[in-house]
């Protein structure tokens, strides 16, 4: 059974950062492209961040770019997206996910997400 626990999320103020990290057991992230996806309210989800698996491209969401980092552990398994600066509009559930062929350095598909984690929610406050 594959499973992901995303943690780090919470209430922060306007300018703060904060490091959200996705633990994952059931499959390895060397086989895959990891990517954080974030859904705010009444909204679509957006693909916020992804590193491919077959050349280690990364793509930022243009309202990120400069104020995201994601990396992996591969020997743990795990992923972690750190935001700095962050703003009001960054107010979001933020979901780890894993798919195939799905992050260029250019974009990220959510259609092509295989696995998902429940979310962790972020809150920015003005």
């Known amino acids: 059974e594959v499973k992901f626990v995303e943690s780090g999320g919470g209430l922060v103020q306007s300018g703060g950062s904060l490091r959200l990290s996705c633990a994952a057991s059931?499959?390895?992230?060397?086989?895959?492209?990891i990517a954080w996806f974030r859904q705010a309210p009444g909204k679509e989800r957006e693909g916020v961040s992804c590193?491919?698996?077959?050349?280690?491209?990364?793509y930022y969401e243009n309202s990120v770019k400069g104020r995201a980092t994601i990396s992996i552990d591969y020997a743990q398994n795990t992923v972690s997206l750190q935001i700095d600066g962050l703003k009001p509009e960054d107010t979001a559930v933020y979901y780890c996910a894993a798919g195939l062929y799905s992050c260029t350095s250019s974009s990220v598909s959510l259609e092509g997400m295989l696995h998902w984690g429940k979310g962790t929610p972020v809150t920015v406050s003005s």
């Open positions: 590193l491919s698996n077959s050349d280690g491209s990364t």
């Open positions: 059931g499959l390895s992230f060397f086989a895959y492209d």
